[in-house]
């Protein structure tokens, strides 16, 4: 469904993303990992055409969205839901209106209908009765069940989550993974989902891809990552990213240094 070919990103002397190639199969979940900073974001970002790249194509349904025009990536951002980090809820809204809000933005559709739907889509999600409550009287896990029932309010064929159970606790975080799957396979809606957590990576991917320092070092299978040997990818997915070999950038050379 997406393809992304040799793909930069500079931002002054760092490069976010280095020539970057991967594709997002369709119906498949595909999980992106990475420390801070290695691009996770950067890549979500020009997949969905909110930024353009320096170089390289984004080929979304054969369109290449870097070389679009206007209209045309408007009409295929319609088919994208995204579930921002920290879900990004109107506060002013009540939960009816956050979740109506892409509908009436995109569509001419009737009040009567939009109120079906909202219902329909906040059911999927487990949060029915919770349209009259405003933002801030939900909690953590619930919001982003929320910004989830607004991303799949206009039916897309492709969602892109970024961080979707970050600062959640563990029943919260295996509610939302269901979700992710549920959608993924009752619906067949393609995933995307950029996380720092690899146990819920390895319950919901179908394929994951490693981000370091805005280069691809890892892609296959769960199975193919659990068994990588490459120590950069065993530390990550060992949880440790702050251990023997130091992720932070300042200690990169020195990284390089004993690997080599
Ligand atoms: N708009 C920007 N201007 C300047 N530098 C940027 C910008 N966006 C990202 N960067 C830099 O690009 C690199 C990658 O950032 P990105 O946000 O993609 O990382 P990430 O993998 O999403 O990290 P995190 O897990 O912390 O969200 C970082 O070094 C960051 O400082
Ligand atoms: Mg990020």
């Given amino acids: 469904m997406v393809i992304v070919k040799n793909l930069v990103k500079k931002y002054g002397s760092v490069v976010a ?10 119906g498949k979940v595909t999980v992106i990992l990475g420390g801070s900073g290695s691009g996770k974001s950067t890549l979500l970002r020009q997949v969905t055409g909110l930024e353009k790249p320096d170089s390289g194509e984004v080929l979304f349904d054969g369109l290449d969205l870097t070389r679009a025009t206007r209209e045309q990536l408007y009409e295929k951002r319609k088919k994208m839901g995204m579930l921002f980090q920290g879900a990004a809820l ?4 009540t939960i009816f ?28 999600v487990g949060l029915r ?34 961080e979707p159970t970050s600062g959640l606790d563990p029943i919260s975080t295996g509610v939302i993974d269901k979700l992710i799957r549920d959608l993924n396979r009752k619906l067949n809606i393609t995933s995307v989902v950029v996380s720092h957590d690899i146990e819920s990576c390895f319950r919901i991917a179908d394929r994951i891809i490693i981000l370091y320092y805005g280069d691809i070092i890892a892609e296959g299978t769960v199975e193919e990552i659990r068994n990588s040997t490459d120590p950069r990818v065993i530390q990550f997915i060992n949880g440790n990213p702050e251990g023997p070999i130091p992720f932070t950038r300042t200690d990169k050379n020195y990284l390089d240094e004993i690997l080599s």
Avoid: W
């Fill in 129 to 162: 009765g919770t349209e009259d409550l405003m933002p801030s009287q939900l909690s953590g896990g619930m919001m982003k069940r929320v910004g989830l029932a607004r991303a799949i309010v206009m039916d897309p064929k492709i969602i892109f989550y970024d």
């Fill in 90 to 93: 109107f506060n002013y809204l």
């Fill in 17 to 26: 993303s280095n020539h970057l190639n991967c594709r997002f199969e369709t």
């Fill in 97 to 124: 209106e956050n979740i109506a809000f892409p509908l009436r933005e995109h569509t001419q559709i009737a009040d009567n209908v939009i109120k079906t739907i909202v219902t329909m889509k906040l059911e999927m």
